[in-house]
């Protein structure tokens, strides 16, 4: 499975912003895709994911709100709407993709990652 990014972009403090993640390859194996982001100094954290088969969707508290998640199963594409972005938003933004039907946080339970694109919030 191969995922790619697209989207991101430098705005100010208040702006909305779409990420899309294009998933190829073995999609039938990915049962729920997602987001995580590492802001400089930190560590990779969960934002949202979304289960294909059904639409369930999960998000961190911290956007809970402010960004929706949904999915387009026919092109294998997620998107993460981001509205109201505040600069604690700036971050790399990472499309991930996982096998299992369960729903998880860690990072290391998500077996394909695609390439990071970057979110720049300024104040």
């Known amino acids: 499975v191969q995922l790619q990014a697209s989207g991101g972009g430098l705005v100010q403090a208040g702006d909305s912003l779409s990420l899309s993640c294009a998933a190829s390859?073995?999609?039938?194996?990915?049962?729920?895709m997602g987001w995580f982001r590492q802001a400089p100094g930190k560590e990779r954290e969960f934002v949202a994911s979304?289960?294909?088969?059904?639409?369930?969707?999960y998000y961190t508290d911290s956007v809970k709100g402010r960004f929706t998640i949904s999915r387009d199963n026919a092109k294998s594409t997620v998107y993460l709407q981001m509205n109201s972005l505040k600069p604690e938003d700036t971050a790399v933004y990472y499309c991930?993709?996982?096998?299992?039907?369960?729903?998880?946080?860690?990072?290391?339970?998500?077996?394909?990652w695609g390439q990071g694109t970057q979110v720049t919030v300024s104040s």
């Open positions: 991930v993709a996982r096998t299992s039907v369960i729903f998880t946080t860690h990072a290391a339970r998500y077996q394909h």
């Open positions: 390859g073995r999609t039938f194996t990915i049962h729920h």
């Open positions: 979304i289960r294909l088969s059904g639409g369930d969707t």
